[in-house]
Structure formats: C-alpha cells, structure tokens
C-alpha cells in the first residue's frame, strides 16, 4: 500500500518525529518479563491463511513471509539481494538475454525444505504453474502474465522465457509476490481445491523458521527450521494477531511485553506519546504506501442472472460519471486528514505511484474546493429536488455506503470525508470491517476488498517492486475482480480504459528506460485526470520495536519480516 524521504534507515533507525533525526539504538531497559528466546510479535490485523499467492493481505503474506523465500528480493536502496537464488541474473554474467526476452537463474545447492526435501529448479517451475492456473485464482498471477515458459535446464538452473521483451524480467519470483511453493506439498492441489491443501495453513518452507501451530485470526507459533543455513537467534516466535495498532504499540513501547508491532497507524498524537515510554522506538519509511479511496464502477445493488453483484453488466448509477468522481475529489479535505490524523507519517497526494521519484508525476494536483464541486453535481444532473438535503436524479438519492478496515484512523478519516461530502449533498453511510476478514481474499466471504459490495472503499497499498508495472498493471480492464475468475482480479473498482490497457502494453515491451518511465508516468496521470482511483494519503510504514531487538532492516519493496533471520538481541 515513501516519497523524498527515500526509502529508510540503513544501519540506524529513523526516529518518526521529524523523520530525519538519526539516532544509535540505545541501551536495552530490563524487563522481568522479557524472554530472550522467545520473539514476540504483534499484528492487530491477524492472519488468516499461510499462502501469499491465495490473499491481498499484506497480514497473510507477512506471516508467510518468515517461512517461505523468493528467489531474491530488493533491499531498501533497490539492491537485489539473493535468497534461493546463488547469484543475481545480468547481461554480464548471460543470466539476462540481451534482447530482454529471457532471465536465467542460477540456483543455491545447499537448500531443503523445512521437511527435509531438496529444493530444486522443478519447486520454481511447479510454482508457476499453480500460479498461472486459472481454476487457482492466485491472487499474484497477473505478475507471471509476462512468461511464456518456465524451464528447469538442471536441478540448479531455471529459465524464464517471456512472451516479448520484458524490461521488467526482476518482477517475477522476488520479493512479496516471488515466494517459491514446495511442489511436493502442492501437487494434488493445483485446481479449484488449491485451498484445501494442508501447506496453506502448516506451511513447509525454505526460510530460516517453520510453523508449529497457527489459529487463523489469532496467533502463529514458530521455531527454528532446523534445515536453515545459517545460525538463528531465537527458539521460538510468537506472531499474535488481533487487538488494535495502538494497544500493539503501547506493548512494545510502553510495557515491553512485545519486541515489534508491524502496521502502527494511530494518530500523530498518539504517536508521539507512545515514543516517551522508553522500552522502544517506531522505525519508519516513506516508500511506496498510499492511503486511497476507491469508486465503485458498478452497481452493488444490482444483481446479475448469475446472482453476480457488483457485475460488469451493472455500471454504477452516478460513480460511472467523471463529474461526480471529480466532485468527490474535490469535496476531500485531504490536508486537514494530514494534520489531523497523521502528522508527520503522512503527506497528502493525488498520486496513484508515490516511488521511486524516477516515476512520481509533477503533472497533477489537488485542491479542496466545494464551490466546484458543487457546480460539477448540479452539471451532472443531481439536484435535491425533494429536500431532504441529498441529491437525486430520476428517483435515485445519491446515497454511498462507505466500508474500510476497523481501525481509529481510518474511522476518523471517514468522518471526516463524510462530513465534506454532506456539504455537496451527498449522504454517506460508513461501515468498518474486521481486518482480518476484509483482507482474506476469501473468495467465499462476500465482505472482501475484491468484492467490494459498496460505493466507496478506503484502504491502503502500492507497489512491492522499485519496478511497478506489477502495480500499475491492476487497473486494466482484464484484471476486473468478479465472479468469473473466483474474485482474485486486482482490478476492485472494475474499472476499464482501453487507452490505459494500450500504455500498459506498451511498457511492457519498451526497453528504453527513459522512454518506460514516461509511459508509466502517463499511466498515474491517466488514473487520475480519470478521477478512477482517490489517492488522499502518502503514508510511512511505522513499526514499533523494542530496545532489546536490533538487525530491523526494512525495505519498501518486501515484507517487514524479510530479513527476520538477522533479528536478535544487542
């Protein structure tokens, strides 16, 4: 879901105040409590499934992420740093083609799986095959639509054959969406019964920690994979789902019963508070996060002959209408959201892609303006014609169902976007769903993101690759979340321009990086002088972490528990 104040700490940790102060950790404060062989993490947004590939939730993925690995992934300064891989592919060393149309892998030979299996080329090529499955419904699948083939030449050698030239070869099998699948645990589930398979919710991995017990929605217990290659600090971890962003922190900052809080969003305040308590410190990083809003194309009230809602064969009855995206735009306090509710974590923006710089447009901005808003809503036809202080066309009140994760700062954020949209007659009713629900990717629960069976939803992400057309890519008219592909589409608000679809194929293939880099900056520009998507927030990623927990090294381009085999006490 990290902007100039370039992507994070290296060997120290940024304190949030200020966002620039660095400091050495300081010295561990005792705690009775404390057990130095125990991990304890906190996620208010728990886990539900142990499969990256099967949910949206950045909550699955980093649980799974301490147990299974990709081939590489991208370290804070855009490095790619090598994990199942033995070296990284270039034109130096022949890994990439020099026509871009295929990326040669090297792989480590010293690695097994938690269960003592090899792991080998086959588990690379297995894994795509389970991912571009559609009776799967991955929900990564849309980043290996690039491949043409997956070969395993030797048991440490995978080749990548694309379908065109790819300037973007580092996207596949790296970093969040690149985690590798033991074939040996997946094979009687590559179909529709995928989410039957026992390794969703005992996974067997190649990183430096297997599970031993996991509670959907509540707690993951691990211990070390004694098939690791390298030594571990702790004997156990604790990842405990639930609870709030604040009570989390308070136990790492305050209390010292916790070693890390993943996700803190609270208000600025808050935060600053919390800091005083003496047991920890909050790291943060602008990187790629923004808090936004989405439309709705289609009628969530409606429902189709398949007993499909929110169907393509329904637009929406006024979202549908640029005006009136364009008045919601302009009816948004987005500063006041800032200075309330984030301080210095947040910085308000109308960009759909916040980082790299290299593709942050200078072609757009907001403004907060109700006198315009309001003369685009009387252009559109909506007026209140019966009184009642919301605007109606042809019988229909302009009336949205507004629905975002539980959390304090989104509640408050909703107020106050419901408050600005009263101001233009527009009547708002606001819904908050339990995280750990609304971010499963469950295709059988109707109150997921995918479905999305309201006008407007607010949450957060953004591309977990420097490279983003993987992000970008979410927005094409293919990628559309509906009953037809098991609601694993990125595309939510279902929403469809030909012209965006063509700039998107067009990076695909482009190879010079400057002319790229203008196709996907056009791409933002077009998502947004579209009004398809209402960026409000730039947000940091803050995490709390305890004075007696060093080797935090985040990036914006994995998980926060990426390098988790470097955690351990001072």
Not at 13 to 20: E, R
Not at 116 to 139: H, I, K, M, Q, R
Not at 169 to 180: A, D, E
Not at 537 to 547: F, M, T, Y
Request: charged fraction near 20%.
């Amino acid at each position: 879901m990290k902007n100039s104040a370039r992507w994070l700490m290296g060997p120290c940790l940024w304190m949030l105040v200020g966002l620039g102060a660095c400091r050495p950790a300081p010295s561990p404060q005792p705690n009775a409590a404390s057990d130095d062989s125990t991990l304890k993490l906190l996620y208010w947004q728990a886990p539900t499934i142990l499969n990256p590939h099967l949910s949206n939730g950045f909550k699955d993925s980093e649980a799974s992420r301490i147990t299974l690995e990709p081939l590489a992934s991208f370290d804070a300064a855009g490095n790619l740093q090598p994990f199942l891989a033995a070296e990284i592919p270039s034109l130096e060393n022949g890994g990439v083609a020099s026509d871009g149309t295929a990326v040669t892998w090297k792989l480590r030979s010293d690695v097994l799986w938690s269960d003592g299996t090899p792991f080998t080329a086959e588990d690379v090529t297995f894994t795509y095959e389970l991912l571009s499955n559609p009776e799967v419904g991955s929900t990564t699948a849309g980043t290996y639509e690039t491949i043409e083939s997956v070969e395993a030449l030797d048991p440490t050698t995978v080749k990548i054959t694309f379908k065109a030239p790819n300037p973007a070869w580092s996207l596949v099998f790296t970093g969040t969406t690149g985690m590798i699948l033991p074939a040996h645990a997946f094979k009687d589930f590559n179909g529709a019964n995928v989410r039957s398979a026992p390794a969703n919710l005992q996974p067997i991995g190649t990183g430096p920690y297997q599970v031993t017990t996991f509670k959907p929605g509540d707690v993951v217990v691990y211990e070390p994979n004694p098939h690791y290659r390298q030594p571990l600090a702790f004997e156990r971890i604790e990842l405990k789902g639930g609870g709030d962003a604040a009570s989390a922190a308070r136990a790492v900052m305050q209390t010292g019963d916790a070693d890390f809080a993943y996700n803190i969003q609270v208000e600025a305040p808050i935060l600053k508070q919390l800091e005083t308590g003496g047991q920890g410190q909050f790291v943060t990083s602008f990187g790629s996060l923004a808090e936004r809003i989405l439309f709705n194309f289609t009628d969530p009230n409606q429902t189709a002959d398949s007993g499909e809602r929110s169907s393509l064969e329904y637009p929406h009855p006024f979202l549908s209408d640029i005006k009136v995206r364009q008045a919601f735009s302009l009816a948004i306090d987005r500063d006041t959201i800032v200075e309330q509710l984030y301080g210095p974590a947040g910085q308000g923006t109308v960009n759909f892609l916040v980082s790299p710089e290299i593709y942050r447009s200078a072609n757009t901005s907001y403004r907060f303006d109700l006198d315009q808003a309001n003369q685009l809503l009387d252009q559109a036809g909506w007026v209140d014609s019966n009184g009642n202080g919301t605007r109606d066309r042809n019988g229909t009140e302009m009336q949205v169902l507004f629905v975002t994760s539980a959390n304090p700062v989104r509640q408050k954020t909703q107020e106050i976007i419901k408050q600005n949209l009263a101001t233009i007659g527009v009547g708002t009713e606001l819904r908050s769903l339990d995280p750990a629900v609304y971010f499963s990717g469950d295709p059988a629960s109707e109150d997921t993101v995918e479905h999305f069976y309201a006008d407007l939803q607010m949450f957060a992400t953004g591309n977990t690759n420097p490279d983003p057309a993987a992000y970008l890519k979410t927005y094409t008219c293919d990628e559309a979340s509906q009953k037809e592909n098991n609601w694993s589409g990125q595309n939510y608000s279902r929403y469809c321009n030909p012209d965006y679809d063509a700039l998107w194929q067009q990076s695909t293939t482009e190879l010079d990086v400057n002319k790229r880099a203008n196709l996907l900056i056009q791409m933002n520009d077009t998502l947004i002088e579209d009004y398809a998507v209402l960026p409000i927030v730039h947000r940091a990623d803050i995490d709390a972490v305890s004075n007696r927990l060093t080797g935090i090294d985040l990036t914006p381009w994995d998980l926060h528990t990426w390098n988790i085999a470097q955690w351990k006490r001072p």
